[in-house]
């Protein structure tokens, strides 16, 4: 069965950091672009960064850039998020997806079909 699975989520302070991961399980990850979502109260999901299948091609939202770095270990079948200097905005519940493509990395949710449950991230003092 297809599954992706969040962890590392939490309460930081701000200018703190944090490091999610995405593990995969029921497929391989090498063929798949990976994607980063979030989704605060009342907001729209947002696409955060998105990884290529190799990882030599990377895309980040503008209110992220400098800030979060994705990496993938596809010998763990995982991708991760690195959160630094996180805001108070940047707190939300995050999700991974799989996305159709393999080296495409758009930010746009209708690009991706299969999401993970999600690990709420909270930034505040």
């Known amino acids: 069965q297809l599954q992706l699975v969040e962890s590392g989520g939490g309460l930081v302070q701000p200018g703190g950091s944090l490091r999610l991961s995405c593990a995969a399980s029921?497929?391989?990850?090498?063929?798949?672009?990976i994607g980063w979502f979030r989704q605060a109260p009342g907001k729209e999901r947002e696409g955060v960064s998105c990884?290529?299948?190799?990882?030599?091609?990377?895309n980040y939202a503008d209110s992220v850039k400098g800030r979060f770095t994705i990496s993938r270990d596809n010998a763990k079948n995982t991708v991760y998020l690195q959160m630094n200097s996180l805001k108070p905005e940047d707190t939300a519940v995050y999700y991974c997806?799989?996305?159709?493509?393999?080296?495409?990395?758009?930010?746009?949710?209708?690009?991706?079909?299969?999401w993970g449950q999600g690990t709420q991230v909270t930034v505040s003092s």
């Open positions: 997806a799989r996305s159709l493509w393999e080296s495409q990395v758009s930010l746009s949710p209708t690009d991706f079909s299969s």
């Open positions: 029921g497929f391989t990850l090498d063929y798949y672009a």
């Open positions: 990884i290529s299948s190799s990882g030599g091609s990377t």
